[in-house]
């Protein structure tokens, strides 16, 4: 079992969603996060005043898969998440972490047949 965590542009979320979908990968956890990267944030104008932003609006991806989804899982959400044909700095990143047991709290069932 692994735990994929993927940080994806905010606008890229429905994508991501659909391309982890059409490889039935349904169950998964989505929150809004702010982050930086090789980006190093930009600047913005407010009330004719520039700031410095650092740290950008991003989404983030947690899903546990059997060790069979990982490279469909990797490949949804990298080509769902890429900028245009090439991509682009800030199209985000994905980590693969072993997961060593988990538990559905209903049923008490664990390991695979957990999720």
Do not use: C, W
């Amino acid at each position: 079992m692994k735990y994929i965590i993927a940080i994806v542009q905010p606008t890229r979320v429905e994508a991501v969603k659909e391309a982890l979908s059409e490889i039935e990968v349904f169950r998964l956890t989505i929150s809004d996060v702010k982050g930086a990267g090789r980006q190093k944030g930009h600047t913005e104008v407010f009330r004719g005043h520039e700031y410095q932003v650092n740290l950008l609006n991003k989404a983030k991806f947690e899903i546990a898969v059997n060790d069979e989804f990982v490279e469909d899982t990797i490949n949804a959400i990298s080509k769902a998440s890429k900028t245009g044909s090439e991509g682009k700095i800030g199209d985000g990143k994905i980590f693969v972490l072993p997961l060593e047991e988990v538990v559905r709290i209903r049923t008490n069932e664990r390991g695979n047949e957990a999720i």
